[in-house]
């Protein structure tokens, strides 16, 4: 019966390889199969006082559906005061629209009702001061201590806190913008900023390359500039634009290796700006600006895998975007792979295993209360859920792994140019988990038989935990630390005698992560004389000692553990030490005091975790009571 066969083929074709249609992207109410943005022109003021962005945004319309007349909007907070439409270059004039209810996790459905399809929308609004993908900063929280500093953190999505636009990264658009500010203030946006742009308070930008909604950012604030090389750069307070500029001496060559690894840097200038340190996160790729933390200005280079991580985003996340959430791990996995490719290029083979190990570690120990549907690279639609699910150490670092799994089996030179065709042709298009599986089958598994099967690319992508064939990385480095904590551990050999002094952050990193859970308080402040933790201003080093000092119950650590956490805003830095603080009544009463004090200095996405986090401990508690 040819027609039944024909009928299989055909629904088996159309059955898609992760068993499931996930090509819509359910963190976005807008409707891109109906009609998209392809340019926005935003017009916006900048007000320390009121801290709010208030102006304009007129997006450029492309309609692809010619039945469609509505343009759903994403929004969250905004205060929407008009929206007009036109054609070419006539009159606007205005057109209705409703603004949705506020969904808790989504934001407001901006509906705007056209009578036919206009080529611009100009949407007149304004932000709120609880914008969740702006911080505020009083001139305290910054440096310098005298000028006032904003800064957006639109990923994954935030940036419908302050533009009404399609929130999703399968849309991609140009920008122009004009940004008012007051007139000692310089403003940045992830567009063409000029290094000699004289500072008046009027900037105007263009982003002639287009791109997804989480890649829209700016900021403002006392920021200056200085060169690392013709094409890079760093943009920061003044206080601090000095020790940056060493410690990021090395960008220029990074993009070098970068570019000979996967092809010319496609976006013209590549400039970093240092945050105050209440920033949220490490990096921020934001394009041709990244966003970085100043917690990896420790002086000694040991902490610009960073630098090379958010760079590596210009090949792999802001070239070929992951089409929604859910294909996170196509941005950070192949991100954290590149990453991790650039370390060795320029710091050498042992560096880039540590860092590999360190992060492998952390990999297994979330896989460890992971729920096994989230412990996989491509998860599944799941309407409603917060794409932050999606943001943890499965999308990056199995991610990696798998990469690196691939690269060994067929070897550096196919793999390198594998992952080059990738960038090449899916460049500035966005791209699912199904393509990149299709493209692996009809590139290196078609020319190569038999080095991967499909059920071992299957493992890596649909199940949970690590697969078994994974390769291993060993570290010589790392088991000369595993015997000197051995010794010291066993009483063999005090800390002053141990053999420490080529270690780097990576070795610390590694020795600390290496004690037990507790450690005998005496012994921790033998640990402490001798290598002085309490205080340390490398974050890395924070982030695992005072947890062990809290659990130890070594009280002396906490007035310098309370400045930490005061000073620092970096989500992933403050946490640990939360957690570790709220498992007992004690330390969930001291780090609730010192939420307290820290949270005006907080940006809400940290604010929202460590509120969360204490929370759930609070309700343990009372549960335990
Ligand atoms: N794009 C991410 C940051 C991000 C991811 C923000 C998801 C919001 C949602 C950035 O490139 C990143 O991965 N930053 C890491 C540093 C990196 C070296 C692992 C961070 O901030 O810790
Ligand atoms: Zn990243």
């Known amino acids: 019966m040819p027609r039944l066969g024909l009928l299989l083929a055909l629904l088996i074709a159309s059955v898609p390889a992760f068993g499931q249609d996930r090509r819509s ?101 304004a932000t709120s001061p609880e914008a969740s993908g702006l911080q505020w900063l009083s001139p305290a929280m910054t440096a310098g201590g005298k000028t006032p500093f904003m800064f957006s953190q639109s990923q994954a999505i935030h940036a419908r806190s302050w533009v009404p636009l399609q929130d999703t990264p399968s849309v991609r658009f140009t920008y122009t913008a004009r940004i008012r500010t007051p007139a000692d203030v310089m403003a940045l946006m992830s567009a063409d900023n000029d290094p000699a742009a004289v500072r008046d308070g009027d900037y105007s930008f263009s982003m002639p390359q287009a791109i997804p909604s989480y890649l829209m950012a700016i900021a403002a604030g006392d920021l200056v500039f200085k060169p690392i090389s013709a094409r890079a750069g760093v943009w920061a307070e003044p206080q601090t634009v000095d020790k940056a500029v060493k410690e990021f001496e090395d960008t220029e060559k990074m993009i070098e290796v970068t570019e000979s690894l996967y092809g010319p840097y496609r976006w013209e200038r590549y400039d970093l700006l240092i945050l105050p340190p209440s920033f949220p996160f490490g990096g ?46 196509l941005n950070e996995g192949f991100t954290s792979y590149v990453e991790n490719r650039i370390v060795e290029a320029l710091y050498g083979k042992p560096r880039a295993d540590m860092e590999f190990v360190i992060s492998r570690n952390g990999l297994l120990d979330q896989l460890k209360d ?59 298009q966005s791209a699912d988990s199904d393509q990149f599986l299709a493209f692996l089958k009809s590139g290196l598994m078609a020319k190569r038989p038999g080095v991967v099967s499909e059920a071992e690319v299957m493992a890596w992508l649909t199940q949970p935990g690590v697969p078994a064939f994974a390769p291993q990385t060993a570290s010589p480095r790392f088991d000369a630390v595993d015997a000197a904590r051995a010794s010291w551990l066993e009483q063999r050999a005090a800390a002053r005698d141990l053999d420490t002094a080529a270690w780097t952050t990576q070795e610390w990193v590694y020795f600390l992560e290496g004690l037990p859970e507790v450690v005998d308080a005496e012994r921790l402040v033998e640990l402490d004389q001798a290598f002085r933790f309490t205080g340390t201003s490398n974050g890395e080093l924070a982030q695992r000692w005072y947890p062990l000092s809290v659990r130890s119950g070594y009280f002396e650590a906490r007035p310098a553990m309370s400045l930490f956490l005061r000073k620092i805003g970096r989500r992933k830095l403050v946490m640990p030490t939360y957690d570790a603080l709220s498992k007992s009544e004690e330390g969930l009463a001291f ?27 609070r309700a343990a508690q009372k549960t335990a009571d």
């Open 25 to 125: 992207d359910e963190h976005s109410y807008a409707q891109p199969d109906k009609v998209r943005i392809r340019d926005l022109a935003l017009d916006l003021a900048v007000d320390f006082d009121k801290r709010q962005l208030s102006g304009s945004a007129t997006l450029g319309l492309e309609w692809v559906d010619p039945a469609q007349r509505d343009l759903v909007l994403d929004t969250r907070d905004l205060a929407i005061a008009a929206v007009e439409a036109r054609n070419g270059k006539r009159k606007f004039r205005e057109v209705p629209f409703v603004l949705a209810e506020r969904d808790e996790r989504f934001g407001s459905k901006l509906t705007i009702t056209l009578p036919r399809q206009f080529e611009q929308v100009r949407i007149r609004y």
């Open 591 to 617: 780090a609730t005091q010192i939420f307290a004090m820290a949270r005006p200095g907080y940006h809400p996405i940290t604010s929202a975790s460590v509120e969360a986090l204490l929370a759930r401990a």
């Open 284 to 329: 921020m790729e934001n394009p041709r600006l990244s966003f970085i933390t100043p917690t990896v200005i420790v002086g000694d280079k040991s902490l610009v895998s960073l630098i090379a991580h958010e760079l590596a985003h210009s090949w792999s996340g802001n070239l070929v975007t992951n089409a929604s959430w859910k294909d996170m791990w």
């Open 370 to 428: 992971l729920p096994a549907e989230r412990q996989v690279l491509v998860l599944p639609m799941r309407g409603g859920s917060d794409p932050e699910d999606a943001l943890g150490a499965v999308a990056y670092d199995k991610g990696a792994w798998f990469l690196q799994f691939l690269e060994q089996r067929y070897g550096r030179e196919d793999f390198d140019a594998f992952l080059r065709a990738w960038f090449d042709t899916h460049a500035f």
